[in-house]
């Protein structure tokens, strides 16, 4: 190699794109890096001086400085932007480079670019990253999927620099198309749902038992410390303790109550309505998010309906046992409906994904890794053909021995007026998910009344339909 190439090109030095960049050049890969802003690829070399990192402002001179077959990671916002990258790109490229989509991008649209690179002779493929900044500086969990000729020839830098769980990469090849960005979808609704569930978790321990921040942080860290343990779990611990400079208070009481989203959950919502897969507590923390945003109306209805609710009367240590246990529940469930996503998709879509091995990677580098993803691991490794989490017999057993914290945590909740949505949907979905006759006859029975949509019987093959009323 001579000294002014580099064997790998990053297009976007964000804080994910240089800390990627910085994270090959610590195991031995020198990496170049594009952005329009120039201040940023001055930061990169400033930041890079222990490895062999440059930064450039002019695609021509990026893509030039760069081994052949280029490979080039792009590290840009969804949507238009991708597209836009890509043109600029294609006119300094030669067939069997190598374009590796690493944002969040719409498993859609990563379809439509597979397709379109191809025809041009490109290999492209898709990749979820997931960890944040440290991950992406210290070891991300990585989820490509696509052009697996491509991928084999990435793999020895992506296993480099990827999050190590007992020695083992947290990256493994998805499957063909744009199964790694629909997985890193899939993950991210996961992220929403737990986030979620630790918002409720907080509201009961703030306004329901009427703990203070540093009773509240106990509880997180006593939970970090068991069954409970995940990034999530442990970086609410932390946001427990964090002052600002000057400041005698928590800084996360001064933030103001409306979330903000990217759209990857509103993504898995609408997917999962696609493939009539129900995820109940993603679609509930989408919608919560949503909620929070009309911040005016909520101030209104606080005044008009302030007495709609009561105290939460019970015995703080005794409900904090069934709390952690429902907690627990919740997670299990909210995993469940993600993988039962991933797997109906692995059908339809023709990914053929191991389940098993998501779940691996998973547990080290990404934002849902917790202890909880062993389990899964193993449910899946042990029956590859596991149609549905819930139906494995150590989670089984998990389930019911959290299934009474959850109804004491819910009943006691709904009784204080405590909004809890997205723990009300894991048990709505739980306890219909273990029902072998569902009430949808009769809904059946009404689409017939209405609109002769017709329905089947027990026993019957064959539709039917009624004139349910003379004429």
């Known amino acids: 190699?001579?000294?002014?190439?580099?064997?790998?090109?990053?297009?976007?030095?964000?804080?994910?794109?240089?800390?990627?960049?910085?994270?090959?050049?610590?195991?031995?890969?020198?990496?170049?890096?594009?952005?329009?802003?120039?201040?940023?690829?001055?930061?990169?070399?400033?930041?890079?001086?222990?490895?062999?990192?440059?930064?450039?402002?002019?695609?021509?001179?990026?893509?030039?400085?760069?081994?052949?077959?280029?490979?080039?990671?792009?590290?840009?916002?969804?949507?238009?932007?991708?597209?836009?990258?890509?043109?600029?790109?294609?006119?300094?490229?030669?067939?069997?480079?190598?374009?590796?989509?690493?944002?969040?991008?719409?498993?859609?649209?990563?379809?439509?670019?597979?397709?379109?690179?191809?025809?041009?002779?490109?290999?492209?493929?898709?990749?979820?990253?997931?960890?944040?900044?440290?991950?992406?500086r210290k070891g991300p969990s990585m989820m490509p999927g696509g052009d697996k000729e491509a991928y084999n020839v990435m793999k020895p830098i992506l296993e480099s620099i990827a999050a190590k769980?007992?020695?083992?990469?947290?990256?493994?090849?998805?499957?063909?198309?744009?199964?790694?960005?629909?997985?890193?979808?899939?993950?991210?609704?996961?992220?929403?749902?737990?986030?979620?569930?630790?918002?409720?978790?907080?509201?009961?321990?703030?306004?329901?038992?009427?703990?203070?921040?540093?009773?509240i942080h106990d509880v997180f860290q006593k939970w970090n410390e068991g069954r409970l343990k995940s990034f999530l779990i442990e970086i609410t611990r932390d946001i427990f303790t964090y002052k600002a400079e000057g400041t005698d208070h928590l800084l996360v009481n001064d933030i103001k109550d409306e979330a903000r989203a990217k759209g990857t959950g509103k993504w898995t919502s609408q997917s999962s309505m696609d493939l009539e897969i129900p995820i109940p507590v993603i679609d509930s923390s989408v919608a919560m998010r949503d909620l929070s945003k009309y911040k005016a109306l909520r101030v209104q209805a606080s005044e008009l309906y302030k007495n709609a609710g009561s105290d939460l009367t019970v015995d703080k240590e005794a409900f904090l046992v069934s709390l952690e246990e429902a907690f627990y529940f919740t997670t299990i469930i909210t995993y469940a409906q993600g993988m039962h996503m991933l797997s109906k998709a692995s059908k339809d879509y023709g990914y053929d994904l191991h389940l098993n091995e998501i779940a691996k990677i998973w547990r080290g580098g990404c934002i849902i890794r917790s202890t909880f993803l062993e389990n899964i691991y193993n449910a899946y490794g042990n029956n590859k053909d596991l149609e549905h989490l819930l139906l494995d017999a150590d989670?089984?057993?998990?389930?019911?021995?959290?299934?009474?914290?959850?109804?004491?945590?819910?009943?006691?909740?709904?009784?204080?007026?405590?909004?809890?949505?997205?723990?009300?949907?894991?048990?709505?979905?739980?306890?219909?998910?273990?029902?072998?006759?569902?009430?949808?006859?009769?809904?059946?029975?009404?689409?017939?009344?209405?609109g002769a949509h017709t329905y089947e019987l027990i026993g019957k093959t064959g539709t039917f339909h009624t004139q349910w009323m003379p004429k």
Do not use: W
């Open 395 to 450: 989670v089984k057993d998990l389930v019911l021995g959290s299934i009474q914290g959850i109804r004491t945590v819910l009943a006691e909740a709904l009784k204080a007026g405590i909004a809890v949505p997205a723990y009300s949907a894991c048990l709505g979905y739980f306890d219909n998910f273990r029902t072998a006759s569902m009430p949808s006859n009769l809904t059946q029975a009404q689409r017939d009344y209405f």
């Open 165 to 215: 769980v007992n020695g083992e990469p947290c990256v493994t090849y998805i499957g063909p198309g744009a199964s790694g960005h629909f997985v890193k979808m899939v993950h991210n609704g996961i992220e929403y749902g737990l986030m979620q569930l630790i918002a409720e978790t907080y509201e009961l321990l703030r306004n329901g038992l009427k703990l203070n921040d540093e009773e």
């Open 1 to 136: 190699m001579s000294q002014d190439k580099y064997d790998f090109g990053m297009i976007g030095l964000g804080t994910m794109g240089r800390n990627l960049l910085l994270n090959m050049a610590d195991h031995g890969v020198a990496g170049a890096g594009f952005d329009k802003d120039a201040s940023k690829g001055a930061l990169l070399e400033q930041e890079g001086k222990a490895g062999r990192v440059k930064g450039f402002s002019d695609v021509k001179d990026f893509t030039a400085s760069l081994n052949n077959p280029k490979a080039i990671m792009m590290l840009v916002p969804a949507g238009k932007i991708v597209d836009d990258v890509i043109e600029e790109l294609l006119p300094f490229l030669d067939k069997g480079d190598i374009l590796i989509d690493g944002g969040n991008s719409h498993f859609t649209d990563t379809n439509r670019r597979v397709e379109y690179l191809e025809a041009k002779g490109f290999h492209f493929f898709g990749m979820g990253v997931s960890g944040g900044e440290e991950g992406a």
